[in-house]
């Protein structure tokens, strides 16, 4: 049983054919990687998925029911998370308000009640934040938590906007180039945490990457990527070692 | 400098920080209900004070924590302070009963706003607000049956459950007690789910959708609250001001308004009040200087001889009782706010503050941020 499918996705920018007839299939509890050039389409197929663009062509399958057309914020609400390549986190607020907004899809106070903060908001205040504290425990984030992020650095905000996506307690976890702008240290500690994301809490990870030493240390299944349409689709050896893939990325 | 052990997630839900800082707050309200006391004669510059409170409230919460810059706030207190007082005098309710249908009334003319304001981001949301800012101010001109048009409308003073708020202090403290009470609500809704919902709006709409949050909804509900923050306001308004007439709710009100959270600082409580103190006691300090300076000037210049003094005393006269000095003096202000303090008075006293609480070891970096250029590829 898959827990997440996309079926011949295009989509069309203009006269730029961004996907053209991609299919994959992510199974439970492995981590899915899309590699190719830039301008392959890799970032466009997350954003079809969390619904910020609408497939021109297409289907998108998510435990057993279709989420093409549903709307953008209910994706989260179906177990959906994602970061994004350049982070978008909340810069004027702390790394913990970051987290606990992570915890919106599980909001079950009322406005009315919160105006008057009443004992049902404080104690919901306090499971939400015991489930970011959990967060905060495996990223190891103790020495930010109060911090802002405009005051943190790159490597930082990219584990802290991980653990926003954790927060929301995702079924399927969409990371965009977990390793863009980070050191070698870094980049080993989010392979650590990757395979500890799916082993650990059992959360199924797909993933946009371009370094191929943590594409090949964490990933089940790679597919290839170029122009929009699918180059290859195997293991990392494999994808790698396709003579199409090597042509897409070194020409000739 | 002040470390607070937490030993408790309950710590970080409270009101305040720590005992000692609750304690300032309370000395803070004792302090303001002696006042009536100290300076009697400046009550009702004092009540202006609060209403400001409430209308830079109102807008901080949509400007500064939801990110949605509004140039029709004026408006919404107009709708207010009509409203209450038609429903209060006109239709005979009772004057709490009035201000909360004022309220719910603005708060509806909000939702009005923010349903379209909801496809639109940045300067094309303000122009849009403008417009309707405009808009009401004929509808208040033209609308005599309910407004007394262009002749006005006089305002009896609030009598509340037979208690009558006629007498300056009792107004003070009607309206010391409201701006209170909205603070402690506003504080309420900004350290729930909600606030943060709104604060992730302002900083990344993109993110806060992938989160679940109903960008819509949320967006309506920021417009809702502060335009139902600003018809209270309008009720308390229309009492201090004792006579409603359309041009009180001009445009220039509105970039009052927006200068007292910008000014105040944005993204922060303290930044309304602040702001409103400011904007409130400017005029009053302007017309105290308009009687002072030119004096004061000739006084200085006469030193040069008595013609040279009478001289520069006439022009510096001649200066000040320029009518249109006081929007000037305000424009000036926000543009020098902008340039050298765009975290505005609050982000000062942090600043103050905490060369203070760590003397003699105070960084200018402290408060430095780090300029990024990575932002070309960020979605709409």
Redesign the interface.
Known sequence: MTLFRAEDLAIRFGGVQALDGVTFEVEPGSVFTIIGPNGAGKTTIF?LV?R?YDAGRGRLTFRGEDITHV???????RGI??T???I??????TV??NL??????H?R?R?VE????LPR??AL??E???AAEKVIDFLDLMPYRESLI?NLPYGIRKVVEMG?ALC?DPALLLLDEPSSGLSVEETADMAFWIKDITGLLGITVLMVEHDMSLVSAVSDRVLALNYGRPLALGTAREVQEHPEVVRAYLGG | MRFVFKTSYQQDLGLFRDGIQRNWYVALLAGLMLLPLLVPAYLVDISLVFIYGLCGLSLMVLAGYTGLVSLGHAAFLGIGAYAHVYLAQDLGLPWVVALALAAAVTAGAGVLVGLPALRMTGIYLTIATLAFALIIQEVLTHWETVTGGLRGKAVARAVIFGVSFASNEAFYFLCLAVLAAALWLTRNVLRSPTGRAWVAIRDSEIAAQSMGVNLAAYKTMAFAYSAGMMGVAGGLFAHKIGYLAPDIFTVLLSIQFLLMVVVGGLGSLHGAVFGAVFVAMLPVAISEARDAVPAWAAQVFSAFGAGAGQAVGDAVDRFVKQPALEPGVFGLILVLFILFEPRGIYGRWLKIRLYFSTFPLYKVATFKRQKVYMRSERLR
């Open positions: 954003n969390s910020i709307p953008a914020h209910e994706i989260a609400r998370a994602r994004f390549q350049n978008e986190l909340f810069e004027h607020a913990l308000d606990l907004l992570g915890r919106h899809t909001r106070s406005f919160e105006l008057l903060f908001v404080r205040e306090i939400h934040r015991e405009a926003r929301t």
